[in-house]
């Protein structure tokens, strides 16, 4: 916050600045940002589905009904779905081109979606003549490095709002219940159970905080698969896991969920 007193002084001066999120992208380059970011984008109305109705609780006495429509947008390097609300139903049509600012984007289950808001706006454009109309919203940013384990331990993360992404949750034995956005959704414990966190730190000694399936470290361990995965106690013996402590290896994790896909000793040359 800024004052302006007797003494100051303004001075006309041309500046030029778009931010990021009113820079048109293409829809394949939106799988490179960042969730809940916003975007703008050109493309062409692929589909539009029928009005859907869906209920927001608002508090525990009051519900409200909204309707959606999902559509399918495309531009020259993908397809997309996008939900838009009531307010936009009137303001797009079937196979028109729209320049459409302050999309947001959805990433969930490293698949990517865009929403309209309060703030977007579609603009007709000339019609775009080469569009795909086949969606691509399978996100895959995975990295392959070299590191030596540091720490394995059991995967005490506390549940998240998968709605929101908000923290303030109450949990009983199968739901989770979001006290901000009043969403409900099944508690799935298995998605912990299976993992393990493994902390590795690299050869430029970068550390990377991952998760891990337990089936891998079954894998590095060598020894059979059957009987450790029987055996509830397997993981619960820090000697056995400490076993892998030190261990050079090689893996692979997606960037999106900090999950191994791949990981194999390897020998230093």
């Known amino acids: ?159 998240a709002c998968q709605g929101c992404g908000g923290l303030n949750i109450t949990e009983t034995s199968n739901i989770i219940a979001c006290n901000d956005c009043h969403s409900r959704l099944f508690k799935d414990t298995s998605m912990n159970d299976d993992n393990l966190k493994i902390m590795i730190s690299t050869l430029n000694n970068q550390e990377y905080n991952l998760k891990i399936p337990k089936s891998l470290l079954i894998s590095l361990l060598n020894v059979d698969k059957t009987s450790a995965i029987e055996n509830t106690d397997f993981f619960n013996d820090e000697s056995t896991l400490n076993n892998l402590l030190s261990t050079d290896v090689q893996f692979t994790y997606t960037e999106i969920t900090g999950l191994i896909t791949d990981i194999a000793t390897y020998i230093q040359q």
């Open 1 to 159: 916050q800024y004052t302006c007193t007797i003494s100051t002084k303004v001075e006309q001066k041309d500046f030029e600045f778009r931010p990021e999120c009113i820079r048109v992208k293409t829809l394949n380059s939106l799988k490179n940002q960042v969730n809940d970011h916003f975007c703008t984008v050109e493309v062409k109305i692929c589909d539009i589905t029928d009005e859907i109705p869906v209920t927001f609780e608002e508090n525990q006495f009051k519900r409200v009904q909204k309707m959606k429509k999902n559509v399918i947008i495309g531009d020259a390097t993908n397809a997309l779905e996008l939900t838009i609300w009531q307010s936009h139903f009137n303001q797009i049509v079937l196979s028109d081109s729209y320049h459409i600012r302050l999309l947001k984007i959805r990433i969930f289950n490293d698949q990517i979606s865009l929403t309209a808001t309060a703030d977007t706006s579609f603009i007709k454009i000339e019609d775009l003549q080469q569009t795909v109309n086949e969606t691509d919203n399978n996100i895959d940013r995975c990295q392959t490095l070299r590191g030596k384990i540091m720490s394995i331990e059991k995967n005490n993360d506390q549940f």
